[in-house]
């Protein structure tokens, strides 16, 4: 059976989802068996792709929705949502 678990969560680093953002929730979308997908207002990007999380162009403040589908979605949604939380590890 696949589970299907969603969030929302807030962009609090600085820079939002930039080029270096993007490619850190790339890498750690792919650790996973789950799919990732994040929207913003009215456009949608997988998560393993830096250039669809890009053009979603998330800056600080906004909110991001996130799906998780598969086998590990709770453990996939549970780490992009704590890099998030972490502000992706920048230094403000």
Known sequence: MTTIIEQTVLIENKLGLHARAATKLAKLSQNYQARLTLTLEDKSADAGSIMGL???????????????????????????????????????
């Open 54 to 92: 890009m053009l979603l162009t998330g800056s600080q403040g906004k909110q991001v929705h996130i799906k998780a589908e598969g086998v590990q979605a709770q453990q996939a949604l549970h780490a992009v949502c704590q890099l998030f939380s972490d502000k992706f590890d920048e230094s403000e």
